[in-house]
């Protein structure tokens, strides 16, 4: 039987530092060899993610920005995106402001180039998260973010805030009532930024569980070949679809209890692990 594994990224598929371990890195480009496919779903863009798994020779096509953009990472091809309405980025970054915050927005030209705007001066999360990515040609600074948009031919994937819980929660709530049917309001606390939490707003259809929803139809998939791994909040969708789902030992403790298996941890190469455990047990058969 040929076996799809879709795996998170950043706190599952990565160590704590950000990169792959060796042992995951052979086991992966050892079954990209096989029959079997591997793929990711991961909160990053492209380019962010070709940073740190370039090197794996992805068989089965990836979500990015938290399944915004589903692509073919063989063919380099966008294969669908789901992304937000103008009026909803008016809206949003007009309630921002309101609330003392700008965002991050994520962004495809019609030449399928990432751009991430954002306005002068930003919060300390955001430079924080800019200082993490030096001379990344991606960041726009633009006077008026709204303007920019309008003027440029580009798609808002995703908007990010990055800031204290206290400053963020007060937002959350109020996009829940007003927009809860348009957009998706996830709140995380930072994997990487010490104190401060990320607010992601995208389309209600930018989410794992739709993108992968997407390929199960396309492929045709059974829920006994589908191998979901993940460890945060922002799993939950993909991991309630039928398949063998998992969580890494350093998961959230709703994923813990969500998952069907708990496996080791990130910093121990669980997803590799577990991979290998499945493919030997399959042709020892």
Same mark, same amino acid.
């Given at each position: 039987?040929?076996?799809?594994?879709?795996?998170?990224?950043?706190?599952?598929? =990565?160590?704590?530092?950000?990169?792959? @371990?060796?042992? @995951?890195?052979?086991?992966?480009?050892?079954?990209? $060899?096989?029959?079997?496919?591997?793929?990711?779903?991961?909160?990053?863009? =492209?380019?962010?993610?070709?940073?740190?798994?370039?090197?794996?020779?992805?068989?089965?096509? %990836?979500?990015?920005?938290?399944?915004?953009?589903?692509?073919?990472?063989? !063919?380099?091809?966008? =294969?669908?995106?789901?992304?937000?309405?103008?009026?909803?980025?008016?809206?949003? =970054?007009?309630?921002? #402001?309101?609330?003392? $915050?700008?965002?991050?927005?994520?962004?495809?030209?019609e030449?399928?180039?990432?751009?991430?705007?954002?306005?002068q001066?930003? @919060?300390?999360?955001?430079h924080?998260?800019?200082?993490? !990515?030096?001379?990344?040609?991606?960041?726009?600074? %633009?006077?008026?973010? #709204?303007?920019? $948009?309008?003027t440029?031919?580009?798609?808002? $994937? %995703?908007?990010?805030?990055?800031?204290s819980?206290?400053?963020?929660?007060?937002?959350?709530?109020?996009?829940?009532?007003?927009?809860?049917?348009?957009?998706?309001?996830?709140?995380?606390?930072?994997?990487y930024? *010490?104190d401060?939490? %990320?607010?992601?707003?995208? #389309? &209600?259809?930018?989410?794992k569980?739709?993108?992968?929803?997407?390929?199960i139809?396309?492929?045709?998939?059974?829920?006994?070949?589908?191998?979901?791994?993940?460890?945060?909040l922002?799993?939950?969708g993909?991991?309630?679809? *039928?398949?063998? &789902?998992?969580?890494?030992?350093n998961?959230? *403790?709703?994923?813990?209890?969500?998952?069907?298996?708990?496996?080791?941890?990130?910093?121990? #190469?669980?997803?590799?692990? &577990?991979?290998q455990?499945?493919?030997?047990?399959?042709?020892k058969?």
């Amino acid at each position: 039987m040929e076996h799809i594994f879709i795996t998170d990224l950043d706190g599952t598929l =990565l160590q704590s530092n950000g990169f792959l @371990s060796v042992e @995951s890195e052979e086991v992966l480009n050892q079954l990209a $060899l096989t029959q079997h496919k591997i793929a990711f779903a991961t909160a990053r863009g =492209l380019t962010s993610a070709q940073k740190v798994i370039h090197h794996i020779g992805w068989n089965f096509p %990836v979500l990015l920005n938290n399944g915004a953009v589903i692509y073919d990472w063989q !063919r380099q091809k966008v =294969l669908k995106i789901n992304g937000i309405a103008p009026q909803l980025i008016q809206m949003i =970054l007009e309630l921002g #402001s309101a609330h003392g $915050l700008s965002p991050l927005i994520f962004t495809l030209n019609e030449k399928f180039e990432e751009g991430i705007f954002y306005q002068q001066n930003p @919060s300390k999360g955001l430079h924080y998260f800019m200082g993490m !990515r030096p001379n990344d040609p991606r960041f726009v600074e %633009v006077e008026n973010i #709204s303007d920019a $948009l309008i003027t440029a031919d580009t798609q808002g $994937l %995703v908007l990010m805030f990055i800031d204290s819980y206290e400053a963020l929660v007060p937002l959350k709530l109020y996009l829940q009532e007003q927009a809860a049917n348009q957009v998706n309001c996830l709140l995380l606390k930072d994997q990487y930024i *010490p104190d401060q939490f %990320v607010l992601e707003i995208s #389309s &209600t259809t930018a989410t794992k569980e739709h993108g992968i929803a997407y390929l199960i139809q396309e492929y045709n998939l059974k829920p006994e070949q589908l191998h979901l791994f993940g460890d945060n909040l922002n799993d939950q969708g993909m991991l309630a679809l *039928p398949a063998n &789902t998992y969580a890494v030992s350093n998961a959230h *403790p709703a994923i813990l209890a969500q998952a069907t298996h708990v496996i080791p941890s990130n910093d121990q #190469s669980g997803v590799a692990q &577990t991979i290998q455990h499945i493919i030997s047990r399959e042709e020892k058969r």
